[in-house]
């Protein structure tokens, strides 16, 4: 790793939360989490492009942080998983999805700690799409381990939208935003992949 990429390394997490409390602050912040979720860990499904205030969501839902965070092996991943960091998420790298590097040793992880009580957060169409295209990956850990999955969206009264692939959405100040965590549901193991995978999508579109 050349020096530039180290020193985006050492500040970009700090700045981006920095930023993620900056927009907390300034917003009015409305949470919808399903009581059910206090008393059990569970797989917490998102899209790549809301993860920016996620860490707020998950506070909420716990006072000490109790999760593994599956982030890619690309230098962006790096950088979300310094950020997660910073919030007291443990990261893992790699990512699940058929054909990626260093994606079995990161699934065996996830379903240990999801066996070990730690809750599991996962970008479901990660980690580069296609957008909102349900990965394997979540599929694999919901019918290995028999844990439920929350659907877990924040939606932003005004945001500002790029135009990457996720369509990363960025809050902006003084508006209102709306943080989910649904009621988690199970995935039959006896679903083909095809089949799970319409069951999810049909779930993370409900809100």
């Given at each position: 790793?050349?020096w530039?990429r180290?020193?985006?390394?050492?500040?970009?997490?700090?700045?981006g939360?920095v930023?993620v409390?900056?927009l907390?602050?300034?917003?009015?912040?409305?949470?919808?989490i399903?009581e059910?979720l206090?008393?059990?860990?569970t797989?917490?499904a998102f899209?790549?492009g809301?993860i920016?205030?996620?860490?707020m969501?998950?506070r909420?839902?716990?006072?000490?942080?109790?999760?593994y965070?599956?982030?890619s092996?690309?230098?962006?991943?790096?950088?979300?998983?310094?950020m997660c960091?910073?919030?007291?998420?443990?990261?893992?790298?790699g990512?699940?999805g058929s054909?990626?590097?260093?994606?079995v040793?990161?699934?065996?992880?996830?379903?240990?700690?999801?066996?070990n009580g730690k809750?599991?957060g996962?970008?479901v169409d990660?980690?580069?799409g296609?957008?909102?295209?349900i990965?394997d990956?979540?599929?694999m850990?919901?019918?290995?381990?028999g844990k439920?999955?929350s659907?877990?969206?924040?939606v932003?009264?005004?945001?500002?939208e790029?135009?990457?692939?996720?369509?990363f959405?960025?809050?902006l100040?003084?508006?209102?935003?709306c943080?989910?965590?649904?009621e988690?549901?199970?995935?039959?193991?006896?679903?083909?992949?095809?089949?799970?995978?319409?069951?999810?999508?049909k779930q993370?579109q409900c809100?």
């Amino acid at each position: 790793m050349n020096w530039k990429r180290r020193v985006i390394e050492a500040i970009v997490p700090r700045v981006g939360w920095v930023v993620v409390w900056i927009l907390y602050a300034t917003s009015r912040n409305r949470f919808f989490i399903d009581e059910s979720l206090q008393r059990e860990n569970t797989i917490l499904a998102f899209w790549h492009g809301e993860i920016l205030m996620l860490p707020m969501l998950y506070r909420k839902l716990r006072q000490h942080p109790n999760i593994y965070i599956l982030s890619s092996n690309h230098f962006d991943g790096g950088l979300i998983a310094k950020m997660c960091e910073c919030f007291g998420f443990e990261s893992v790298r790699g990512s699940t999805g058929s054909g990626h590097k260093g994606g079995v040793r990161a699934l065996l992880q996830l379903i240990a700690g999801l066996k070990n009580g730690k809750d599991v957060g996962i970008a479901v169409d990660g980690p580069k799409g296609p957008y909102h295209h349900i990965a394997d990956g979540v599929i694999m850990m919901a019918q290995k381990t028999g844990k439920k999955i929350s659907v877990c969206r924040v939606v932003p009264s005004l945001c500002y939208e790029f135009g990457t692939w996720d369509r990363f959405l960025l809050p902006l100040p003084f508006g209102k935003i709306c943080y989910y965590m649904s009621e988690g549901f199970a995935l039959d193991p006896s679903l083909s992949l095809e089949e799970a995978r319409e069951v999810v999508k049909k779930q993370m579109q409900c809100i």
